[in-house]
Structures are given as structure tokens and as C-alpha cells.
């Protein structure tokens, strides 16, 4: 599967962007999406995953209440909804898509990343 990921930009503090992460393939819904952040000089980190079925989602603790993570299967598209963005959550987004082990942090499949900055 390849994913394509989109709606990064350039946002105030405090304002809100939507990702959105579109695959290729027939086969969107048997995988577990998940989305990943990369800050420079900095590892990066999970952000949130959903499940195949879309009913359950997961989120980093930094960004609970203020992120949001849902899937339309039958459009193959992911979305993260960011909220009261902060400086710090300036970074590239990327999406990542597995199967079960993804639940267990092994992920088959990347997209390239879209770029997030907050300003102060």
C-alpha cells in the first residue's frame, strides 16, 4: 500500500489543522493507520493510531484532548485533526500503516511527511 499524506501548513498557536493520509489499494480497511511526528534534532515520536474498524483510537499523552484521529474507509483516508497547536508540536507528520503487529509498534508501510509549524 502506498499512503500519501497532506494539510500540513504554517498555523498560530493555539489554531487547528486536519492531516489527512490517502492510501492506494483495495485492501485501506484490513490495516491499522497510525500517525508519527518528527521535530528536528529530535527522535520521533507516535502521535495516534486508529483501528482497522475505525471505533478504536489511541493517542500520545501530550497531545489528548487536543488531537484526533479518524479513517473513512471507503475513501481509503486517514484524518488527524490537530487542535490548540502548540510550538512544540511543530514537526513532519507522517502516517504509517500495519497490520496487528502494529499494535505492538511494528509498522509495514510509510508515507513521506507533511510539515507542521506553529508559530508563537
Known amino acids: 500500500v502506498q499512503l500519501q499524506a497532506s494539510g500540513g501548513g504554517l498555523v498560530q498557536a493555539g489554531g487547528s489543522l486536519r492531516l489527512s493520509c490517502t492510501a492506494s489499494?483495495?485492501?485501506?480497511?484490513?490495516?491499522?493507520i497510525g500517525w508519527f511526528r518528527q521535530a528536528p534534532g529530535k527522535d520521533g515520536e507516535f502521535v495516534a493510531r486508529v483501528s482497522r474498524d475505525g471505533i478504536n483510537t489511541y493517542y500520545e499523552d501530550s497531545v489528548k484532548g487536543r488531537f484526533t484521529i479518524s479513517r473513512d474507509n471507503a475513501k481509503n483516508t486517514t484524518y488527524l485533526q490537530l487542535n490548540s497547536l502548540k510550538p512544540e508540536d511543530s514537526a513532519i507528520y507522517y502516517c504509517a500503516a500495519g497490520g496487528l503487529r502494529a499494535y505492538s509498534g511494528i509498522w509495514d508501510y510509510w508515507g513521506q511527511g507533511t510539515q507542521v509549524t506553529v508559530s508563537s
Open positions: 489499494g483495495r485492501t485501506f480497511s484490513s490495516y491499522v
